[in-house]
């Protein structure tokens, strides 16, 4: 009767960090006294990431999700689904643990393309992805199609690239297999490097052998024998689940001669960019450079080489399973499929998401993200990471679509959101991701090395209180020089945070320049005081790091400015909002 029951354990990156490791030795020790521990299964990470550690019960056809599990919990959801729970409850008088709604709004308005696979398969094991359907697109295209054929069926599905480019994928095989060569590369592009960015990392770690199948098929497209996975260092349950993807697959006859490599990137950001990413895979130093020629005209080691990222070729074997006009079906008229998100920031329900192209922002932040977290009030979304832009509550109509989102100023990007509310200030954010690419710049041109400097010393400025009478003056003309002088895609769109901003929170900028935070952010022009509400339960006191709140219980607490930090700990505490920022 156990056979029907299987107990789905997700020790992703994002699990394991939650504390999946403890839960699932419970659930082995819980499925071991009940003689059944061949249920519990390891799985990567389906994207729910809020519920981490997370777990799956798989009985009668149907499936029980379990949220934020423990070790306690972990023994108590075997109990409850294996067939002598009713003994069991005799000597176990804990509630048994609620399951997460299966069809909640986080997952009923997703297609899940890409994700298919993620959190249903055991990663380490490639029986489970070929029960899956693996590898017989791969076996398709060898025996039923031509290269030829399999880049029109590409071209015609109107996949585009999910880098942040969004050109289209089939025009990129077209252009490489033309190239005439003794040999050609594939590369397959997972240096994820945008700060909320995890989309990469979550499908190499949870379904790698389904990125291995897409740049399998995309070597025989364009008539390549030799393939490189460049995978960021920082990524070590990545890199090693495609090691062993790469090892399962070649073992199984799987590839049929293809031969591929792990590269690990060392955590430069410019090697997103494709001329740095072939550099570094030379062993040089990774740094831009002019083009053309194109990678797909003279890329590594001189060669024609085509470059996709993680997510372009995830969406390839579903592409040649179920048919161009299928994946064609999801999307807008220019921007067609699903794309994969990683939703972050001050939102209830975060993780990885995977949509149809011309759902709304809105319909993210509300329906699938559950809103803001703690009441407070959408103010913006970030969208495209350091080289993105931040698109108002205003425009949260504005459709997921390349040509829609860059209309705002934004961009697609790889695909983080990260949602922000009330309490961020929009001068601030600029800052913060303009520090990210004037510290990632490789320096080799200057207006990108110069010009981003400049940028954020303005910032600086204006979020300590002494900004210069024409900072904002030099700040739109400094975005423009920069966005239209620099080499490659870093330097060419730094500015888009500080020109977005610029845009829609113009007010902001102004009341900086007059010394004031409106959101109450930025340290050098705030202050905290307590309101006459204060009850003296000396919570505050309590967490204060530096002593600025004198414990007095039961009386109406007093901060001192003069040793106060700013860290906001003491207005996170606080349970009868009486702690206030003031900007003068």
């Known amino acids: 009767m156990t056979a029907a029951v299987e107990i789905r354990i997700g020790l992703g990156s994002c699990g394991v960090a939650s504390g999946a490791e403890p839960v699932r030795e419970a659930l082995l020790e819980a499925a071991r006294r009940a003689g059944a521990e061949g249920i519990v299964k390891t799985v990567g990470c389906n994207g729910m ?27 108590d959801i075997v109990d409850q689904h294996l067939p002598f729970r009713f003994f069991r409850k005799l000597v176990n008088t804990s509630e048994p643990p609620e399951p997460v709604p299966n069809n909640g709004p986080y997952l009923a308005k997703q297609k899940r393309i890409v994700l298919e696979n993620c959190g249903e398969v055991d990663p380490l094991r490639i029986d489970d992805y070929l029960a899956c359907g693996g590898y017989r697109a791969l076996e398709h295209c060898l025996t039923q199609l031509t290269p030829d054929e399999v880049i029109r069926e590409i071209t015609e599905s109107g996949l585009r690239g999910r880098g942040g480019a969004g050109f289209l994928t089939g025009r990129k095989w077209a252009l490489t297999r033309a190239q005439k060569a003794a040999q050609k590369f594939v590369v397959c592009n997972g240096d994820e490097g945008d700060p909320g960015a995890f989309m990469d990392r979550l499908v190499l770690e949870s379904d790698p052998h389904r990125v291995l199948e897409g740049l399998a098929i995309a070597a025989y497209a364009i008539g390549a024998s030799e393939g490189f996975f460049y995978v960021r260092a920082e990524y070590p349950q990545a890199v090693r689940h495609i090691r062993a993807a790469i090892q399962a697959a070649e073992a199984g006859g799987h590839l049929h001669g293809f031969r591929v490599q792990v590269r690990e990137g060392a955590g430069a950001f410019v090697c997103g960019e494709e001329t740095a990413l072939i550099l570094s895979l030379e062993g040089q130093r990774g740094m831009p450079r002019l083009r053309p020629p194109y990678p797909a005209e003279s890329g590594f080691r001189g060669q024609p080489t085509l470059i996709n990222n993680v997510e372009t070729l995830a969406c390839v074997p579903w592409i040649l399973r179920h048919g161009a006009p299928a994946f064609a079906a999801y999307g807008t008229a220019t921007s067609k499929g699903t794309k994969v998100f990683a939703l972050a920031g001050k939102i209830a329900r975060g993780g990885l998401i995977e949509v149809p192209m011309g759902i709304t922002i809105r319909e993210i932040v509300e329906q699938i993200g559950g809103g803001i977290k703690n009441g407070r009030q959408f103010k913006a979304v970030q969208m495209g990471g350091p080289s993105g832009g931040c698109i108002p509550a205003a425009l949260a109509d504005t459709p997921i679509d390349y040509d829609a989102l860059s209309q705002t100023g934004a961009i697609m990007g790889s695909g983080g959101m990260v949602v922000l509310d009330d309490r961020d200030c929009m001068v601030d954010i600029a800052r913060f991701f303009l520090r990210f690419t004037q510290a990632e710049s490789c320096g080799k041109c200057t207006f990108c090395r110069v010009g981003t400097k400049r940028m954020l010393e303005i910032l600086e400025r204006l979020c300590a209180g002494t900004a210069h009478k024409d900072d904002i003056e030099k700040l739109e003309l400094l975005v423009d020089y920069v966005g239209r ?14 020109a977005t901003t610029l845009r829609y929170f113009r007010e902001e900028y102004d009341a900086h320049m007059q010394g004031r935070c409106p959101a109450g952010r930025c340290s050098a022009l705030i202050r905290y005081q307590v309101k006459p509400n204060c009850i003296g339960c000396t919570l505050c006191a309590q967490i204060c790091p530096v002593g600025a709140i004198a414990y007095t219980p039961y009386k109406v607490h007093s901060i001192d400015t003069a040793k106060c930090t700013r860290c906001d700990m003491c207005y996170q505490v606080c349970k009868d909002d009486a702690i206030e920022v003031v900007s003068p």
């Open 49 to 75: 990431c809020h519920c981490e550690p997370l777990v799956e019960v798989i009985s009668g056809g149907q499936k029980h999700i379990y949220g934020n599990v423990t070790p306690d919990t972990a023994r």
């Open 485 to 498: 002088g620099s080499l490659c895609g870093l330097g060419q769109t730094a500015p888009n945070p500080v």
